[in-house]
């Protein structure tokens, strides 16, 4: 037998569930292990969770100097390579380069965007996810992990908190 076991407790409003991850924290429960189910989106701040940090930002901004890269060889590069006069006009146009520039910039960044977005979803996962059909009733689901010998001042701990049901999680095959 396991000498840790997993706990759910169910919330219905956002303030007993902050107090009761705040609970948790002197209980000594860290934020890597407590994972946080709601149908509504919350920010971080909201839970009194450090904010974590993401590399999305870094990510497309990469891929808009790729995109921009891309426009400057397609723009000056093949002009200098194949130089082709065309009565009066430059050989390196630079008001295309402002419209390449752009679209190749924003499909650099909108491509690896979405990419970063995979990534930081860990998606596909191909782990078993806890899933608590009260979150689509609008609860909030915190689930964290005890020893199983403090499973009673874990689950008291939660109910004065406001939790509506504490209970251990258990595996469904869906």
Not at 111 to 138: C, M, N, Q, T, W
Request: glycine share 10%; proline share 10%.
């Amino acid at each position: 037998m396991a000498d840790t076991l997993t706990l759910l407790a169910l919330f219905t409003e956002i303030d007993p569930t902050v107090n009761a991850i705040d609970k948790l924290h002197a209980m000594g429960i860290v934020d890597e292990k407590m994972e946080i189910i709601s149908g509504i989106p919350f920010n971080q701040e909201v839970l009194g969770r450090p904010k974590l940090p993401t590399f999305i930002p870094r990510l497309a901004l990469g891929g808009a100097m790729i995109g921009l890269v891309a426009a400057l060889f397609l723009i000056f590069g093949i002009p200098g390579l194949y130089p082709l006069q065309v009565g009066g006009q430059p050989v390196y146009p630079f008001p295309p380069f402002l419209i390449v520039g752009f679209e190749l910039a924003m499909l650099g960044l909108m491509g690896s965007a979405f990419l970063g977005l995979l990534l930081a979803g860990r998606l596909p996962s191909y782990e078993p996810k806890v899933y608590v059909p009260e979150i689509s009733d609008g609860m909030i689901a915190v689930v964290f992990p005890c020893p199983v010998e403090q499973q009673t001042q874990f689950e008291d701990a939660m109910r004065s908190m406001g939790a509506e049901q504490v209970r251990p999680v258990e595996a469904t095959i869906l």
